[in-house]
């Protein structure tokens, strides 16, 4: 759990937020930043939990807000020790592998399922077309390696963007291992070091956190829930995710330093 470039570690003892996930959705991610401005204190930890891409229309408007966000929180007086982390999505990840589609046994079936989660509109805004995703991957690993080419020069033309990228976390966790930041999932009978593609893909194991702890953890905090059921806690398990991007709001909370709820936010 000691590897700053996989995990993230909060400081413990006091108040922290979390942000679920956007999914493109620009207006909601503002007006929830300018409401949350007014709430979080100056070295309060904060943590967006993924999937900031995908299924909206406005991804590089999102990634814009995001940044200047940032920017605007770290330059308050007393904010020099404020820990702000954002977590790899399900929809980053698969932007990541969707970059390095060359490299995919069977390029033309990798893109569809993509496609089929919401990749399209990301490829979209960084000046994309899926339908020439598909004609590349019919010529062959050359055309597809152009495809990504493009799309990776693209993203690199906008400013911060493809830095956001390599500072993206898989998970995140207070120092006295209290409350563990996840995107969707994990596996409880794994540790953290070995959770692999549960934190994208492992809400199953979620699931029976409701019984019983993950280790020394009180709470696990999760920003994506494939059903989109809100806010809920369950045993041990938090999920926050009111369907922001599906038709839903975006939401934050924040947490005491023993994992209660304090404060809830909707956008």
């Known amino acids: ?27 909601r991610l503002a007006a929830l930043h300018a409401v949350l401005a007014e709430r979080i204190g100056p070295e309060e930890p904060l943590v967006y939990l993924g999937n900031y891409f995908g299924r909206g229309q406005a991804v590089r408007e999102t990634v814009e807000e995001l940044l200047i966000f940032r920017r605007r929180m770290m330059a308050r007086p007393g904010a020099e020790e404020r820990e702000i982390v954002f977590l790899r999505g399900a929809q980053e990840e698969m932007w990541q592998k969707l970059l390095q589609l060359q490299f995919a046994p069977n390029p033309s079936q990798v893109l569809q399922w993509m496609v089929e989660q919401g990749v399209g509109a990301t490829i979209a805004a960084y000046g994309g077309d899926p339908r020439d995703g598909f004609l590349a991957a019919r010529e062959g690993i050359l055309a597809v390696t152009r495809w990504t080419a493009n799309l990776r020069q693209s993203m690199r033309g906008h400013d911060g963007h493809m830095a956001l990228m390599t500072v993206l976390k898989h998970a995140a966790f207070t120092d006295d291992d209290r409350i563990l930041f996840v995107h969707a999932g994990l596996d409880p009978a794994r540790p953290l070091s070995a959770q692999s593609d549960s934190f994208w893909w492992g809400a199953a194991g979620f699931a029976m956190l409701t019984e019983q702890p993950y280790g020394s953890f009180r709470l696990v905090v999760r920003g994506s829930d494939r059903r989109h059921g809100g806010i809920r806690l369950d045993g041990h398990a938090f999920t926050l995710d009111g369907g922001c991007g599906f038709g839903g709001p975006l939401c934050a909370a924040c947490f005491d330093a023993d994992g209660n709820v304090l404060d809830v936010l909707e956008a």
Request: net charge negative; no cysteine.
């Open 1 to 27: 759990m000691s590897d700053q470039n996989i995990f993230a570690t909060l400081r413990g003892g006091g108040r922290l937020w979390a942000v679920a996930a956007i999914h493109g959705d620009v207006e």
